[in-house]
């Protein structure tokens, strides 16, 4: 069941990426709209260890639904809008 794409967890994780610097004003490195935020502050959040929500943003990247960028040492995920847009349509024709 976790690596399913859809689930409460990563939806709410795309949803606060929809406005990171509304959701995750603290603990982030650079600009949390233009960069994206850490799994860190995705696991303060959701209250759950890093390794949890690295599982999770894992996921969303692999179905392309999020973007990955190393800034440092730190792993920053942003959504990808064209990708979500285009899976969505996938969904309105019936997939």
Not at 51 to 73: F, N, P, Y
Not at 77 to 89: C, F, K, L, T
């Amino acid at each position: 069941m976790l690596r399913t794409p859809a689930g409460r967890r990563r939806l709410e994780i795309l949803e606060w990426l929809k406005d990171p610097a509304v959701h995750f004003p603290d603990g982030c490195h650079g600009d949390p709209a233009e960069d994206g935020v850490t799994a860190d502050a995705v696991a303060a959040k959701l209250g759950v260890p890093p390794h949890v929500a690295e599982t999770h943003l894992g996921l969303l990247v692999d179905i392309g639904v999020l973007r990955s960028k190393k800034i440092q040492q730190h792993t920053h995920y942003r959504r990808d809008e064209i990708r979500i847009a285009e899976v969505a349509r996938m969904f309105e024709k019936g997939w």
